[in-house]
C-alpha cells in the first residue's frame, strides 16, 4: 500500500498543501522549508495510531503542544488538519482515506479536541466523527478512533500501516557511543541507537542473508571491507556487527561497528531498512555522510532492492539537499515535490511546464530543479569569510 495523495490545513510551516506522491518522491527545498515538518505528518499519524503509549493527546504533547504544530501564519481558522488517501502498490482507485482535524477548545481546560475525524474505505465512509456518542460526551473527541483498539476494528489494516511506518536519520556517534552516552533512546529510536537491536531481534536466517547481501554490497564501495557478520559479545551479551578488514595479514583483521566509519554505518542502516518490511519509510539526507559516487546510485539501490524482495515495494519519501542524488537521471520526475517559501508558509508544487522541457531535453532533477532552491540571501553568507 502506498500513500497517494497528502492534503494539510496550518500543520507547522504549511498553511495549505495538496500535494501527490509517489513511491518514491523526493522532497526538495532550502533549509528551514519545511522537508522534515512535512515527514513529521506521517511520523505524527504513526504515533496517533499507537494504542499502546500513543495516542492524539500525546502526540501533540511531544511536539511542545498545539501552539507548536499549528501554523503560524494562520488567523482566523486555527483548525489544524491532515487527509491522506492510499492505494495497493500500482492501483488507481483509493483503498483508504484518513481525516483528522482538531483544534483547542475556545473556553474552559483548552483541551485539543478533534473537530472531525473520517475514514473512508474504497470511497464508502465508515467513520464520521463528531458522532452522537461525541455529543453527548464530548471528553470523548480528546481520543481518535485510531488508536482505540475497540473503535478501529473497521480498519486495522490502516492502523497497522502507519503504525508501522519508519523513519530514519541515523546519526553514527549515537550508535557508536551508545554505552558512554548513557543509552538514552528517544521514542521510536529516529537516530538509530536501537539498531544493532533491531538487528539482533530479527530471526537468524532472515538476519543472515540480509547481513551478507549488505556486506557484498559495501565491500564494492568500501575498502577492504569483507564478510558482515552479526555477533553478542561473550561477556556483555551485547549485540554487535562485526566486519572483516582484508590487510596484508592472509585472515585479515576483524572490526566492530565503533570502528566502522559514519558512512559505511550511514550505509549499512540504509540498506537494512530498504529490506525490512514494507510499509511507509522516511528517510532524512541520507546522502549524510557518503561519498558522491556512492549517493549517486541511492536511487538505483532503492529500484535494485524493491526488484529483489518477494514483497511488495515499501513507499520511500526522502528529504534531500545533494546534487549527486539527483543528478541520477532514473529518478522519475513525477515523484519530485518542490518546497518553496512564500510569505505565508512554505507552498509544496510538483515539476512547472519548464522543467519538464528542460528535462525532456536530457537535464537531471539536480540541473533543472535543484537549483531552484538555492536562496540568493545565502550570498550573503560571504562576508563572514
Ligand atoms: N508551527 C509552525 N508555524 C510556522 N513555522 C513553523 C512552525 N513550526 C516550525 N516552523 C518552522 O519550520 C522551519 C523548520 O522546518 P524543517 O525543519 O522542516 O526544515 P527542513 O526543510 O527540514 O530544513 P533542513 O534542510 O535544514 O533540515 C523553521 O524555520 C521553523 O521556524
Ligand atoms: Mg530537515
Keep these: 500500500m502506498i500513500i497517494t495523495q497528502i492534503k494539510l490545513k496550518n500543520w507547522k510551516n504549511f498553511l495549505d498543501v495538496d500535494v501527490p506522491l509517489h513511491e518514491r518522491t523526493y522532497l526538495l527545498g532550502a533549509n528551514a522549508s519545511g522537508k522534515s515538518n512535512l515527514l513529521d505528518v506521517f511520523r505524527f499519524l504513526r504515533d496517533v495510531s499507537k494504542s499502546q503509549g500513543g495516542g492524539l493527546q500525546k502526540a501533540i504533547h511531544d511536539r511542545g503542544g498545539i501552539k507548536m504544530v499549528r501554523c503560524l501564519h494562520a488567523r482566523k481558522d486555527t483548525e489544524v488538519k491532515i487527509e491522506v488517501s492510499l492505494a495497493e502498490n500500482g492501483e488507481e482507485s483509493q483503498t483508504w482515506r484518513y481525516v483528522l482535524a482538531f483544534k483547542s477548545e475556545p473556553k474552559g481546560e483548552h483541551r485539543v479536541l478533534i473537530s472531525s475525524e473520517e475514514v473512508y474505505s474504497r470511497g464508502k465512509r465508515i467513520l464520521h466523527r463528531p458522532d452522537e456518542n461525541d455529543k453527548n460526551d464530548p471528553a470523548r473527541l480528546t481520543q481518535t478512533a485510531m488508536e482505540q483498539i475497540q473503535a478501529n476494528s473497521n480498519f486495522r489494516d490502516l492502523v497497522k500501516y502507519f503504525e508501522e511506518t519508519t523513519y530514519l536519520h541515523l546519526v553514527p556517534q549515537l550508535l557508536k ?3 558512554q552516552i548513557g543509552g538514552q533512546f528517544l521514542e521510536g529510536d529516529p537516530f538509530g541507537q536501537g539498531f544493532l537491536e533491531r538487528v539482533a531481534r530479527t530471526p537468524k536466517t532472515t538476519r543472515d542473508s540480509r547481513l551478507e547481501k549488505i556486506g557484498s554490497a559495501l565491500s564494492l564501495v568500501v575498502p577492504h571491507f569483507h564478510e558482515l557478520h552479526f555477533i553478542k559479545d561473550d561477556y556483555t551479551g551485547r549485540p554487535h556487527l562485526e566486519a572483516k ?19 559505511t554505518l550511514r550505509l549499512i542502516a540504509l540498506l537494512w531498512v530498504l529490506y525490512e518490511g514494507d510499509s511507509l519509510l522516511l528517510l532524512e539526507e541520507p546522502e549524510l555522510s557518503l561519498n558522491n559516487s556512492i549517493v549517486q546510485q541511492i536511487p538505483i539501490l532503492f529500484q535494485h532492492i524493491s526488484r529483489n524482495r518477494r514483497k511488495r515495494t515499501r513507499q520511500i519519501l526522502t528529504s534531500t539537499h545533494s546534487e549527486a542524488l539527483l543528478s541520477n537521471t532514473g529518478i522519475d520526475p513525477k515523484g519530485v515535490l518542490l518546497l518553496e517559501s512564500a510569505q505565508e508558509g512554505t507552498r509544496i508544487r510538483t515539476i512547472n511546464e519548464r522543467e519538464a522541457v528542460l528535462l525532456k531535453d536530457g537535464f537531471s532533477i539536480s540541473e533543472a530543479v535543484l537549483s531552484q532552491t538555492a536562496l540568493d540571501t545565502a550570498k550573503q553568507l560571504s562576508i563572514y569569510n
Design 177 to 179: 557511543f551508545n554505552d
Design 245 to 263: 578488514y582484508a590487510h596484508h595479514r592472509p585472515n585479515g583483521a576483524l572490526q566492530r561497528e565503533d570502528q566502522f566509519s559514519d558512512g
